[in-house]
T-cell receptor
């Protein structure tokens, strides 16, 4: 059983489109995250939710909107996609102060 | 502004020898440090961590050393195995500020048989 699963694994889309990436964890963790790995391979936090409440919100364009319907799910919706949004997006989960468990990533390519 | 830096983008080592990966940080508030390992097309997986109250933590073949005065940590892998070939990320956090990890840029390790 995959602990943190995210879909889709690959996403190719045109500029201006709206897309969503889904994430689910079956570890019973209270906290979930979205990280972005840019072209220079740095992993940077975007958002963190604890028990469906937003607790970390880095400087991310408001075209990015996380949604947590329950503590096992944290989806990422992106409006009006831009070329610069092309990256690998990783979902992760943890207990509040524990180590992070990552999903396998979603490679987003905006054409 | 990179608060966590891994200055060696790559490292090549012979099987059986020691791999030493280095990481420097600038934020003196960081009090928890971790190493993650990443294979291609997979997410990072936790390897080992160390709290700022310690200067060494060991887990099997992996040892992390922390030098707070130098704001430097290192990961030693002994002996290195071909399956250790991966990208290794150093990460740091301020525990009281939530579990927000700041990552370095990674070091690609190649272990040659």
């Amino acid at each position: 059983d995959t602990a943190v699963s995210q879909t889709p694994k690959y996403l190719v889309t045109q500029m201006g489109n709206d897309k969503s990436i889904k994430c689910e964890q079956n570890l019973g963790h209270d906290t979930m995250y979205w990280y972005k790995q840019d072209s220079k391979k740095f992993l940077k936090i975007m958002f963190s939710y604890n028990n469906k409440e937003l607790i970390i919100n880095e400087t991310v364009p408001n075209r990015f909107s996380p949604k947590s319907p329950d503590k096992a799910h944290l989806n990422l919706h992106i409006n009006s996609l831009e070329l610069g949004d092309s990256a690998v997006y990783f979902c992760a989960s943890s207990q509040l102060s524990g180590k992070l468990f990552f999903g396998s990533g979603t490679q987003l390519s905006v054409l | 502004d990179q608060q966590v830096k891994q200055n060696s983008p790559s490292l090549s080592v012979q099987e059986g020898r020691i791999s030493i990966l280095n990481c420097d940080y600038t934020n003196s508030m960081f009090d928890y440090f971790l190493w993650y390992k990443k294979y291609p097309a997979e997410g990072p997986t936790f390897l080992i961590s160390i709290s700022s109250i310690k200067d060494k933590n060991e887990d099997g073949r992996f040892t992390v050393f922390l030098n707070k005065s130098a704001k430097h940590l290192s990961l030693h892998i002994v002996p290195s195995q071909p399956g250790d070939s991966a990208v290794y990320f150093c990460a740091a956090s301020v525990k009281a500020a939530g579990n927000k990890l700041t990552f370095g840029g990674g070091t690609r390790v190649l272990v040659k048989p």
